[in-house]
């Protein structure tokens, strides 16, 4: 197992992208504020802004990742890459969980005030998704939840105690870098990895391929809907969609037009809608939304200054919440554009949200986990926790 905090882009635990990048690597430069081009920019050289300041970035998470700290200078001019919120999840009981990249997994029982490590058995603290599902123990003492933890090197890990204990679960998953985690009507649980979809039937002890027609194929997100359909969304290859009838994967590309007639091939992220509708994010074209099962997409930009979708949020009154770039967008089913609900937001690289019942909006950034709604007024939850760990 590599060491802690030793995120090596040759390691075997670390599944490439096409063209020989790491994946994750990739993400966490192209997700700073460098991904930004000086405003005016002409399309044509925005691209390549990105590209070169791309390029610069990476090979200074390598040179961190790779074991070597920050100097003191570059310490208190850019934030700790391990305090990066990439995961956010609630439990019935309103208790939040939150992931880092490169810290572990943290809990609080009163809304961000207090944290709690929970970290014993994760074997990589570089978390990608957590998934919370009631547990089909029904005992007296045992918890009411199962807990997953999807890591960007060491694959799935479980824990049947809200979070105290963590067991790896990785038979026959084949690839370890585990984006998404997703459970069907059925019971069967569904894993996103850099080499296509696994699918386990006993809550994670054993996984089986479920990529006919997906194979070699990066996932980045998952949804399944009402119809049990579930869709792929790939760091490169577009979206897959299979329904259960199906044996194959089918790729749809329809209405994924970009700017210049380029096809959106990474979806970051998918949302589904309680009327079925299909909401897909992709890394830089913005937000998609299809009604007809996936047959005809339409754009839903207007308004959006980034279109660097990292996470959609619907409220309990229709309102969908986007995390980007720069910020969070809020747009109610009677807009026609999307709003700007930044306010007091102070980082506006958003990794990660989540909505709890009483439409409080926890957004993860690169820097810390912030608590707000849609009146923008946005207060840091992690500046003791995360200072505290500086330069560790």
Do not use: C
């Not at 939840?145 to 067991?167: C, K, N, P, Y």
């Amino acid at each position: 197992m590599p060491e802690e905090g030793n995120l090596n882009p040759h390691s075997e635990h670390n599944p490439r992208l096409e063209g020989g990048v790491s994946e994750r690597i990739k993400m966490e430069i192209l997700s700073t504020r460098i991904e930004e081009s000086p405003a005016g920019t002409p399309g044509f050289f925005k691209r390549r802004y990105r590209i070169i300041m791309t390029f610069l970035g990476l090979g200074l998470i390598v040179w961190i990742a790779a074991g070597h700290p920050p100097t003191a200078i570059s310490q208190t001019e850019m934030p700790d890459p391990r305090n990066s919120v990439q995961a956010l999840a609630l439990d019935p009981d309103g208790t939040l969980f939150m992931g880092t990249f490169g810290n572990g997994i943290y809990k609080s029982r009163d809304g961000g005030l207090h944290w709690e490590a929970i970290s014993e058995g994760l074997g990589d603290p570089y978390i990608m998704t957590l998934l919370i599902r009631p547990s089909p123990e029904k005992k007296p003492g045992v918890s009411k939840t199962i807990m997953f933890a999807g890591t960007a090197r060491l694959g799935v890990f479980r824990s049947r105690d809200a979070g105290l204990h963590w067991e790896h679960v990785n038979a026959g998953l084949a690839n370890t870098q585990v984006s998404a985690l997703l459970y069907d009507s059925r019971n069967k649980l569904y894993a996103a990895t850099g080499d296509g979809v696994f699918r386990s039937e006993d809550h994670g002890d054993h996984w089986t391929a479920h990529n006919t027609g997906l194979s070699d194929v990066l996932v980045r997100s998952l949804i399944i809907d009402r119809e049990g359909t579930l869709y792929a969304g790939t760091g490169g290859k577009g979206l897959y969609k299979r329904k259960l009838s199906q044996e194959n994967w089918e790729r749809l590309s329809r209405g994924f037009e970009g700017e210049r007639g380029l096809l959106e091939n990474f979806i970051r992220v998918l949302t589904l809608g309680a009327d079925g509708t299909v909401y897909a994010g992709t890394f830089d074209g913005g937000i998609y939304t299809s009604r007809d099962g996936g047959k005809s997409w339409n754009d839903l930009n207007q308004g959006l200054v980034n279109q660097s979708i990292r996470a959609i949020l619907i409220g309990k009154d229709g309102v969908l919440y986007l995390g980007t770039g720069r910020g969070v967008f809020a747009r109610s089913p009677k807009d026609t554009r999307w709003n700007s609900i930044n306010g007091a937001l102070e980082d506006l690289n958003i990794q990660s949200m989540v909505i709890d019942g009483e439409g409080h909006i926890y957004a993860g950034t690169a820097r810390h986990l912030y608590k707000g709604s849609a009146k923008g007024d946005w207060a840091p939850l992690t500046e003791e926790l995360f200072h505290s760990k500086k330069g560790m």
